[in-house]
C-alpha cells in the first residue's frame, strides 16, 4: 500500500486507513455519531437518519483530509503496516506510537 490519497491528493478511506484513524475518528465525529445512533435508535425507518449519516461521512472526510494535510507520511507508514497486517494493531504499535506524536488526538 502506497500513499494513502488518490491522484489529486484527497485521502482514500480504506479500511486500514480508518482502522489507523479510528482513534481520531471516536474523538472527532463522536458528536455525529452520537446524533445518528440517537436517531437510529429513535427512529426504525433508515430513511429517517440519512442526513445524520451523511454528517458521520463528511466529518470523517474531513478529518482524513486534516490528517492527510498534516502527518501524511506518519499516516502512510500507519495504515500501510495495518494494510499488511489485517488491520491487526499489535502488529503495528510503532507505526500507531509514530502516527499519534505526529498528530495527537483533537
Known amino acids: 500500500m502506497g500513499?494513502?490519497?488518490?491522484?489529486?491528493?484527497?485521502?482514500?478511506?480504506?479500511?486500514?486507513?480508518?482502522?489507523?484513524?479510528?482513534?481520531?475518528?471516536?474523538?472527532?465525529?463522536?458528536?455525529?455519531?452520537?446524533?445518528?445512533?440517537?436517531?437510529?435508535?429513535d427512529d426504525p425507518n433508515p430513511e429517517k437518519c440519512l442526513d445524520k449519516g451523511r454528517q458521520v461521512t463528511?466529518?470523517?472526510?474531513?478529518?482524513?483530509?486534516?490528517?492527510?494535510?498534516n502527518c501524511s507520511k506518519e499516516?502512510?507508514?500507519?495504515?500501510?503496516?495495518?494494510y499488511y497486517h489485517t488491520n491487526e494493531f499489535e502488529f503495528c504499535r510503532k507505526e500507531q506510537k509514530e502516527f499519534e506524536k505526529a498528530c495527537p488526538f483533537p
Not at 4 to 12: F, M, S, Y
Not at 75 to 82: F, P
Request: overall charge positive.
Open 58 to 69: 463528511q466529518c470523517v472526510l474531513h478529518l482524513l483530509r486534516d490528517l492527510h494535510q
Open 3 to 41: 500513499s494513502t490519497g488518490d491522484a489529486v491528493g484527497e485521502p482514500v478511506p480504506t479500511s486500514a486507513v480508518l482502522m489507523a484513524a479510528a482513534k481520531h475518528i471516536g474523538t472527532r465525529c463522536r458528536n455525529e455519531n452520537l446524533a445518528l445512533l440517537k436517531c437510529k435508535k
Open 75 to 82: 499516516l502512510d507508514s500507519y495504515a500501510g503496516c495495518m
